[in-house]
């Protein structure tokens, strides 16, 4: 049975850093990977999708990476700025049957 | 384009009454999925239809809910009756699915039940 952990829970930085969110899998048999972000009370924004030939994605500020041999994932966010306050979410697909999600990682970027 | 479309956003009953959630994927979207996502944690899948089949419906608790996606385009999810380890959100999401390749995965803002 595929799980899905996110390190760190939960992180506050100030804002303008850099930082990394990390997600891991216990089955490397996945098509894709999702990112996601959540804000308190809505529904689930994707941010990026690599599929399953590709190893990272780029959108802004935002960088993801995958490496299915080691079961892991990171997201890379780039000069954090308050609005990037939210809930991340990873999420992998079995081989199109279900996308399993993690428990998220909650990051506060400080003004 | 209109994104997927849930309601009600919020919906507050009494324990043993029944709950109805609807959901209106993205224009053209042959996937749809209904999730349960607990507080601090992430979303559950419920089931899974791919246009009007439930493709994965294993943990779908059958003894109180049921769901539809009658011609292949909206879906109902409903609890009957509802419990008060119901409440939660019930999360919509859809994709456009080719073979055996997940599409990515789109979500509505969510129905948020409480069962007193």
């Known amino acids: 049975k595929q799980e899905v952990t996110q390190i760190p829970a939960a992180l506050s930085v100030p804002e303008g850093e850099n930082l990394v969110l990390n997600c891991s899998f216990t089955?490397?048999?996945?098509?894709?990977l999702q990112w996601f972000r959540q804000d308190p009370g809505k529904g689930l924004t994707s941010l990026l999708l690599i599929q399953s030939s590709q190893r990272e994605q780029t959108s802004g500020r935002l960088n993801a990476s995958l490496d299915k041999s080691s079961g892991r994932s990171t997201l890379y966010i780039a000069a954090s700025q308050p609005g990037d306050s939210a809930t991340y979410l990873c999420a992998v697909d079995n081989y199109g049957q279900n996308f399993v999600f993690g428990p998220g990682t909650r990051l506060s970027v400080l003004p | 384009e209109a994104g997927v479309v849930q309601s009600p956003r919020y919906k507050i009953i009494e324990k043993k009454q029944p709950v109805a959630f609807w959901c209106n994927p993205i224009?053209?979207?042959?996937?749809l999925y209904w999730y349960l996502q607990n507080l601090g944690q992430g979303p559950e899948l419920l089931i899974r239809?791919?246009?009007?089949?439930?493709?994965?419906d294993s943990q779908l608790p059958k003894d109180r809910f049921s769901a539809e996606r009658l011609k292949g385009v909206d879906s109902t999810l409903k609890i009957q009756p509802a419990e008060l380890g119901d409440s939660a959100v019930y999360l919509c999401?859809?994709?456009?699915?080719?073979?055996?390749?997940?599409?990515?995965?789109?979500f509505g803002e969510g129905s948020r039940l409480t069962v007193l």
């Open positions: 239809y791919e246009n009007e089949e439930a493709v994965d």
């Open positions: 999401a859809s994709s456009l699915d080719g073979g055996q390749n997940t599409g990515e995965l789109f």
């Open positions: 224009s053209g979207h042959n996937t």
């Open positions: 089955d490397s048999a996945i098509y894709n």
